[in-house]
């Protein structure tokens, strides 16, 4: 199993895969082919997961530390790690597998000075 197939499985990919944006298009003849979206999904999240800095990314990833900040720079900025996350969520919740007895809210109650600050 290659660290792509480790950090991004078929099915977190498969659920991945709709939220990412479209590829800008590109002028013929110009620039790099574009990085496989998955290889560059499991360095990020390789990353997010072990807090190692981009530019420690191992190599058997094939993708650069550059190419993976610049592309997750743009997925925060067009929210996939949100809808991601809420996407995961409904499909555990769906399957019945999170267990919301162990959840806590965390408020705070004050009540409101009268006239203001």
Same mark, same amino acid.
């Given at each position: 199993?290659?660290? =792509? ?6 099915? $977190? ?5 709709? /939220? ?11 620039? !790099? #082919?574009? *990085?496989?979206?998955?290889?560059? /999904?499991?360095?990020? /999240?390789?990353? $997010? ?5 981009? %530019?420690?990314?191992?190599?058997? &990833? ?9 592309? &997750? @720079? ?5 929210? =996939? &790690? ?6 995961? *969520?409904?499909? /555990? ?8 007895? !162990?959840? %806590?809210?965390?408020?705070?109650? =004050? #009540?409101? =000075?009268?006239?203001? @600050?």
């Amino acid at each position: 199993m290659s660290d =792509v197939e480790r950090w991004c499985p078929e099915p $977190l990919w498969l659920l991945a895969r709709p /939220l990412l944006p479209d590829a800008p298009q590109r002028h013929q003849g110009g620039g !790099r #082919r574009r *990085l496989d979206d998955r290889a560059v /999904l499991a360095a990020i /999240l390789y990353v $997010l997961q072990t807090g190692c800095a981009w %530019s420690a990314l191992p190599t058997s &990833f094939a993708v650069s530390a550059p190419t993976a900040h610049r592309r &997750f @720079t743009e997925w925060v900025q067009a929210e =996939v &790690f949100s809808q991601l996350h809420q996407a995961l *969520l409904d499909l /555990l919740g769906t399957a019945g597998a999170i267990d919301w007895s !162990r959840a %806590s809210v965390d408020s705070m109650h =004050v #009540r409101a =000075v009268k006239g203001g @600050t």
